[in-house]
C-alpha cells in the first residue's frame, strides 16, 4: 500500500478503473483506504507511484444518480415485480 494525498472528489471504483486503463496494476483486493488523518493508500507498487500520482491528479470524480432499477434492485426487486404487486400490468 502506498500512501497518496486525498483528493478533493473521489469516486473510488472510477479510480481503480482509470488506474488500470492505464495499464498500472491494482490490488482489488485491497480496497483503497482513507486513513483517519485523510491520508489515501492504494495498493499499487512502488514503481508505479509517479504513474498513480498523474491519474490522481487527473480525476475528475463522476457520480451517477442511481435510477428506480438500480434501487429497486438494491432490495431485491425489479420494476415487473413492483408493478405486479402493486396490481399493475
Known amino acids: ?5 486525498l483528493p478533493e472528489e473521489l469516486n473510488a471504483e472510477q479510480l ?10 491494482i490490488n482489488r483486493d485491497e480496497l483503497p483506504l482513507i486513513d483517519g488523518n485523510k491520508d489515501f ?6 514503481k508505479d507511484r509517479e504513474a498513480v500520482q498523474a491519474v490522481l491528479d487527473n480525476h475528475k470524480a463522476v457520480f451517477k444518480q442511481p435510477t428506480i432499477e438500480d434501487k429497486l434492485a438494491s432490495v431485491g426487486l425489479s420494476l415487473d415485480e413492483l408493478r405486479a404487486a402493486l396490481g399493475g400490468n
Open 16 to 25: 481503480v478503473n482509470e488506474i488500470e486503463e492505464n495499464n498500472i496494476s
Open 41 to 46: 493508500w492504494l495498493a499499487v507498487d512502488e
Open 1 to 5: 500500500m502506498i500512501k497518496f494525498s
